[in-house]
Each structure stands twice: as structure tokens, then as C-alpha cells.
């Protein structure tokens, strides 16, 4: 493992690599970069010294491009965001009364929610209903006991895990031809969640997969093709090759190159066990107390829950998780770059895999 570095200086952390760690970089990753530069008046200085540090870094930034060339995902890191230390910011008082405001309709999920024509699913911890107002034929909610979003133990994580599997299963059962499972977890306002009380969702379609995940296992049947080898396989040894991952029993755990937005970790596991689904507590319990997240999207991609036509083979688990930023900030986070150009990244994958790695430390 070579020596841990920066986003910015990510083209010379390359080239410190082995030959086969940076033809496998290559076969993947593509950097390039760029210095923006301007001139500022006088008039200016104290407002960027205040912003940003100095005026000298405003002067001349440099910003570095990551692009993916299987997925073709990409991020556009700049040296002045990414530099920026990563400050915890505690909730203030008002926006923690209104998260902490019981009463809400999933707080009395068998009165006020509907639930699927096959009944509930009940874990330890949650039970399930039928969203009112659904994105596929099959879509589900994991209610959770506990209403505050950030409030969750590894056995809960667990168990919401394990119950919408079962509600998926039961869907299944009903149509056996709906196959295609995908797990969400918005996490408060900024996430796109709707209503705060702590909840997953989860959806069963027929056909072919969601698009995205689709794509992605044709952009790795690709590779293997072209390469002979696993893209999942190589996507975490070049991110180990740069000290980006951390591991937990069979989970791997990377903190991404080409983020879809801020903080963005990914875990890879052969199968939904016990050590994915308490490495992804983990990570979350890590983005919480240590990186101050409070609002976060979680998604998992899996193949279709039983065997179809289409060459799932190699395809693992995957679970992406990102921060979706400061809930105070009324600005979104995500603009017509992140939708149609490359994602604007301002934390550092590097400093990430830092905050990350204390959590999967062996004990
Ligand atoms: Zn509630």
C-alpha cells in the first residue's frame, strides 16, 4: 500500500504505484487536470482570505478530473474545496426539535400506513408497509421502530436489512416474475426523504433491472471480456492500492474515486451476510459521529432474487452511500453538472478512507 495522499495530487500517488497496480489503474481510471485561474481585486482580498484562506490559492486552483472509463461516472475535485477541513457541524437546536417531533404517521404504522396485499413483514425492530404512492408494481417500507433517522444500533441495521429481503421474497412469491430488488434509505430532508421518521424503502420490478444497475453489470461483463478479469475484483485493488479501503470479514469497503457526490463509500460483498450489514452500520455509524452527516442516501444493488436469463455470475453485492450535506443548507447539492456533466466533489476520497478506516480496525 502506498503512502496515503490527497485528491490533488492523485497523478503523482500514481505514478508512485507498481507497474501491474498502475496498468491496473489505467484500465479503469483516467486523471486529468487543470489549473483555473484569475485575478481578483484588491477589493476582494478580505472576503476570499475569509473564504478561502489565502488569496494566493484563489489565484491559481487546480482542479483534478477523475473519470471511470468502464462506467463512465466522473467527479471534478477542486484543491480549494477539497482542502477545506472536514468540520463537524452539530444540528441546531430547532432543526433537532423538529426531527425529535414524535406523532408523525409512520410513529403508528398499523393505523396510519397502508400495508401490501400479502400483509406485513415484522422484524425485531420494524415492521413493514405498502407505499401510498409507488415507483414499481412492488414498493415496500421498512418502518423503523425508532423514529429518529440517526438513531440506529448494528442489530437494527440488520434486521431492516433482513425484513425488507423477506417482504421482497413475499412479493415474489405473488408474482414471479417481479425479481428485481432494490433496497433505499433516504435519510432526512436533504436525502429526498419525505417523511423524517426513520424508514427504508424498497421496490420488486419485473423485466429488466433498474437502469443504473443495469448498466453497471453490462459495463463489468464488458470488462471481463475485454480484460479476462473481475471489474469488482480490480475496482478494489486499485482503491487498496491507494490505502482508499478498509475491510470487514468478507465485505470490502472503498471510499470512491469518481463519488456521485459527496463522501460517497461503497462496500462489495459476495453475499447479504452478517459482516455486510454490520459494516454498512459501520459506515453510517462512522458518517454520523465522525463525519457529522445528517442527511444521507443509502442504495443497494443485488441480482435479480432468483435466476434469470441475463449473466449475473460475477455481479456482488454493492452498496453505495453518500452524504447528501448540511441540513441547514438550502441549496441543493446536486446541480446540472452532477445531472448531466461529472459530479463536483469537494470532500476528499483520501481524507474520507482516513475517517473510515478507525472503524474496521481490528479490535
Ligand atoms: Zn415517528
Redo the contacts with the bound molecule.
Keep these: 500500500m502506498s503512502e496515503i495522499g490527497t485528491i490533488s495530487v492523485l497523478e503523482q500517488v500514481v505514478q508512485g504505484l507498481s507497474d501491474t497496480e498502475r496498468e491496473r489503474f489505467a484500465r479503469i481510471y483516467r486523471v486529468d487536470s487543470a489549473v483555473g485561474q484569475l485575478k481578483a481585486p484588491a477589493t476582494m482580498h478580505d472576503w476570499i482570505r475569509n473564504q478561502f484562506g489565502s488569496v494566493k490559492a484563489v489565484q491559481a486552483q487546480r482542479v483534478v478530473k477523475v473519470t471511470n472509463l468502464i462506467t463512465l461516472e466522473g467527479a471534478l475535485f477542486n484543491e480549494l474545496r477539497a482542502s477545506r477541513p472536514m468540520e463537524a457541524v452539530s444540528t441546531p437546536g430547532p432543526l433537532r426539535d423538529s426531527i425529535n417531533e ?3 404517521s ?2 403508528r404504522p398499523l393505523e396510519a400506513t397502508p400495508e401490501d396485499v400479502f400483509g406485513r413483514v415484522r422484524g425485531t425492530h420494524c415492521v413493514t408497509a405498502s407505499n401510498v404512492a409507488k415507483c414499481d408494481g412492488f414498493h415496500g417500507i421498512v418502518v423503523f421502530d425508532e ?1 429518529d433517522p440517526l438513531r440506529f444500533s448494528a442489530e437494527q441495521v440488520a434486521d431492516y436489512f433482513d425484513t425488507a429481503l423477506q417482504w421482497a421474497r413475499q412479493a415474489h412469491c405473488l408474482d414471479a416474475e417481479a425479481r428485481y430488488f432494490f433496497l433505499l434509505w433516504n435519510c432526512l430532508w436533504r436525502s429526498g426523504a419525505s417523511i423524517l ?1 426513520g424508514h427504508m424503502q424498497m421496490t420488486l420490478g419485473r423485466g429488466i433491472h433498474y437502469a443504473r444497475v443495469e448498466h453497471l453489470r453490462r459495463a463489468a461483463l464488458l470488462y471481463r471480456v475485454a480484460h479476462a478479469t473481475d471489474y469488482f475484483d480490480d475496482l478494489y485493488a486499485v482503491h487498496e492500492a491507494l490505502g482508499l479501503t478498509a475491510q470487514w470479514g468478507r465485505t470490502r469497503i472503498l471510499s470512491h474515486l469518481t463519488p456521485i457526490k459527496e463522501k460517497e463509500v461503497i462496500l462489495l460483498s459476495k453475499c447479504l451476510d452478517e459482516d455486510l450489514k454490520e459494516a454498512v452500520y459501520r459506515v453510517l455509524r462512522c458518517y454520523v459521529h465522525e463525519l457529522a452527516v445528517s442527511s444521507f442516501n443509502l442504495a443497494l444493488y443485488m441480482r435479480p432474487i432468483d435466476s434469470v436469463v441475463e449473466d449475473w455470475r460475477d455481479f456482488p453485492m454493492v452498496v453505495r452511500i453518500v452524504d447528501r450535506g448540511d441540513l441547514n443548507n438550502k441549496t441543493a447539492d446536486m446541480g446540472a453538472m452532477e445531472l448531466y456533466a461529472s459530479s463536483v466533489i469537494s470532500s476528499d476520497p483520501f481524507a474520507v478512507a482516513r475517517a473510515l478506516q478507525p472503524a474496521f480496525a481490528p479490535a
Excluded: V
Design positions: 414524535l406523532g408523525d409512520f410513529c423514529h421518521h
